[in-house]
Each structure stands twice: as structure tokens, then as C-alpha cells.
């Protein structure tokens, strides 16, 4: 799948960036050992990792737009995105579930970016690589939502059940395999690796969200097999 001695640019949010919750602590971290560093360690690729925490397809398409005008140099660009564009405000939901609640990004909008971001990435001689999405835990989740304070009564209300919240990321992944597949990108199927995993809830986060480290060493083990077998996903 990829030349070992080119480069990769990683766009994309916390999951590529590695960022993990840290039960003890309460709080995020990077981990050392992520997937990005992992598969540096393991193949010896040079990988540029723009990826940022919290970061929707529109905040990365502003940061990419902004490296290509300075002259990025890469030879593959992978886009990681959907997490944070699906996701809700969950506070505006708690506060009053009766409101036409909108995404973060909404899906039309988020499969427009997504594709204009596969043109400019080709436009500038740079191959685009997707990668379907992780699954999330949605009961996980859930629980992680309301122990901030929020109303768990109103956001189940607005969600009509737990499962929507799995659901709607579901959809965000599918619009990400989608656009691969018209446009004959590279596809990482990362998503298919976890669901093909009997204990996929073993390799999240407390939060339901994040790929813990045995998550991580599973990326890596997808992203390194693709490279050594020399195939791709279309």
C-alpha cells in the first residue's frame, strides 16, 4: 500500500493524535505509545502529525489549506475524520432536548468537505488516504456525557435510545468509506479491524471514545499489514 520511503501526513483529531482518558487521573493524555508512533518505530515511516484534539473536518480543512499554501511535502496525506463532527453540544441538549439539536457538522456538509479535501489533496500531486472510524461504546459514552452534570433524563429524551449515539457515528464512517470508494482512494478499513474483534469493548476508553493503548496497537497492526502486503482497499 505504501512506498516505505515516502512520507505521510496525518490530518485528522485526538484518536490519530493519541490521545487516551486516563481513568486514574480524570483526565486526557497523550500516550507514548500510539498508533503514529508505533508504526514509526515498526515500518521506519516519516509521518507529519497535524492531528489536533477536539478537531472537526472544517477546523482541519482550514490547517490544510494553510500547510499546502506554504508548501507541504508529503507524498500520502491520511484524513481521519467524523468523531467531533458528529457529536452533539451536549450541554444546549440538556438544557432543552425539544430543539432541532443540529451535529457539530452536519452530514451534507461534513461529505462536501471531505471531498473537496480528496480534490485539493490530489490537485497538489499528494495521494489521499481514508480511514473508516473506530467504533465508539455508545453506553460508554453516555455515562461519560451525564457525569459532567447534564441532564440524563433530557439527553436520553432528545436520543430516543442509547444506541443513537453509535448510530449517528456509524453514519459518519460510512460517508468516509463512501467517498473512498467513488473516489478510488486508499482505504484503511480501521473500523471493520475493531468490529471484527469479539472483545472490541477492551480496546476503548472509560469514555467510550478513545482506542486505549491495546486499541492503539491494533491500529498500528492495520495500518502495518496494509503497508507490508502492499494492497489496498477500494
Known sequence: MFD???SIGVWGDSVLKGVIFDELRGTYRLLAENCGNLITKA???KILNRSRFGSTIEKGRATLEKSLRKGLDCDYLLLEYGGND?????????QDPKLPHQPNT????FKANLQEMVDLIRNHGITPLLMSLPPIHAERYFEFIVSRGLDRENIMSFLGDCQQIYRFHEMY???VTGIAHRNQCAYIPMREAFLAERD???LLCSDGIHPNERGHQLMERVFSDLALAGTVSV
Open 173 to 175: 464512517s460510512l460517508a
Open 4 to 6: 516505505l520511503r515516502k
Open 86 to 94: 458528529c457529536d452533539f453540544n451536549w450541554e444546549e441538549v440538556s
Open 200 to 202: 472490541m469493548p477492551s
Open 43 to 45: 515500518l521506519g515511516l
Open 106 to 109: 452536519p452530514i451534507e456538509r
